[in-house]
């Protein structure tokens, strides 16, 4: 078993700036991908980062590429995401995932993670 929580969500104004940050605990040995997904009222819940450990590999979400960086600390217990340029549709509750069987690349589809985050809120103000 994995747990994860997430961190560092709040409420910022556009064009600003917010770090989260994913701490893994448990069989973190296990884990061999961790992302980040988000969740806006009404709206389904949408890849937005990810890392794999093959390699280091990461991917973003086209709506985010350039303003959000995806990081993992040495031990590979922490993951974070670094936002910039925030924008009124980046409003939602974020969600940290790791998958625990292996895989070569960074999966997308939230059924290919294992383990989940309660979520941290974060809302950007026009």
């Known amino acids: 078993q994995v747990q994860l929580a997430e961190s560092g969500g709040g409420l910022v104004q556009a064009g600003g700036s917010l770090a989260l940050s994913c701490a893994a605990s448990?069989?973190?040995?296990?884990?061999?991908?961790m992302g980040w997904f988000r969740q806006a009222p009404g709206k389904e819940r949408e890849f937005v980062a990810g890392?794999?450990?093959?390699?280091?590999?990461?991917s973003y979400a086209d709506s985010v590429k350039g303003r959000f960086t995806i990081s993992v600390d040495s031990a590979k217990t922490t993951v974070f995401l670094q936002m910039n340029s925030l924008k009124p549709d980046d409003t939602a509750v974020y969600y940290c995932?790791?998958?625990?069987?292996?895989?070569?690349?960074?999966?997308?589809?939230?059924?290919?993670?294992?383990?989940w985050g309660q979520g941290t809120q974060v809302t950007v103000s026009s």
């Open positions: 995932a790791a998958r625990l069987r292996y895989i070569t690349y960074v999966p997308s589809n939230k059924d290919a993670y294992d383990a």
């Open positions: 448990g069989r973190t040995f296990s884990m061999n991908a």
């Open positions: 890392v794999n450990w093959s390699g280091g590999s990461t």
